[in-house]
T-cell receptor
Framework: GNSVTQMEGPVTLSEEAFLTINCTYT??????LFWYVQYPGEGLQLLLK?????DKGSNKGFEATYRKETTSFHLEKGSVQVSDSAVYFC?????????????FGSGTRLQVQP | DAGVIQSPRHEVTEMGQEVTLRCKPI?????LFWYRQTMMRGLELLIY????????DSGMPEDRFSAKMPNASFSTLKIQPSEPRDSAVYFC??????????FGSGTRLTVV
């Protein structure tokens, strides 16, 4: 079956530090990959996506590259801010079935300290 | 566009009572999803609809849970009877495009 594995949190960083949140996946075929972010008290929001191997998704300074050879989609940001404190979810959408449901990882909480 | 609208934002109820959660998706979105989020189990997909038709309800925990979508602009998730272990945040989401979901702000349910 399909699954997404994320690094355990919380990840605690100082402002302007470099961020990496690891995500690996298991899926048949070539899924599309996503990062969603959840701020306190809110629903999830799409942060970025990539639909094929070697694609790079980017938004708000965050980036992730679809690596088929390592089945990974790690999230990175060069300089985090306090406002980036949130829970980040990696997700996949299988493209070889009719199922239109995302498979989410367990989420990684990021805490950025001033 | 007001986004996906869920009501109520918070619900506290006693064990055994019926609870109804409501969702208004974004107009024109063809898929609607109900999720449950807890610390222990993370984000779980309960059920999703396509053009108002339930497609996959395999995530619905048990017969106490039911969901309907009588038209394109409204869906309900009902729990009857409610139990303390149903306490969670319930999210509704509708589909913008492949894999792209717009989530509501959620309903925090507490069953005492």
């Amino acid at each position: 079956g399909n699954s997404v594995t994320q690094m355990e949190g919380p990840v605690t960083l100082s402002e302007e530090a470099f961020l990496t949140i690891n995500c690996t996946y298991t899926a048949t075929g070539y899924p599309s990959l996503f990062w969603y972010v959840q701020y306190p008290g809110e629903g999830l929001q799409l942060l970025l996506k990539a639909t094929k191997a070697d694609d790079k998704g980017s938004n708000k300074g965050f980036e992730a590259t679809y690596r088929k050879e390592t089945t990974s989609f790690h999230l990175e940001k060069g300089s985090v801010q306090v406002s980036d404190s949130a829970v980040y979810f990696c997700a996949l959408l299988p493209m070889d079935t009719g199922r239109r449901a995302l498979t989410f990882g367990s989420g990684t909480r990021l805490q950025v300290q001033p | 566009d007001a986004g996906v609208i869920q009501s109520p934002r918070h619900e506290v109820t006693e064990m055994g009572q019926e609870v109804t959660l409501r969702c208004k998706p974004i107009s024109g979105h063809d898929y609607l999803f109900w999720y449950r989020q807890t610390m222990m189990r993370g984000l779980e997909l309960l059920i999703y609809f396509n053009n108002n038709v339930p497609i996959d309800d395999s995530g619905m925990p048990e017969d106490r849970f039911s969901a309907k979508m009588p038209n394109a602009s409204f869906s309900t998730l009902k729990i009857q009877p409610s139990e303390p272990r149903d306490s969670a945040v319930y999210f509704c989401a509708s589909r913008v495009g492949e894999g792209v979901r717009t989530f509501g702000s959620g309903t925090r349910l507490t069953v005492v």
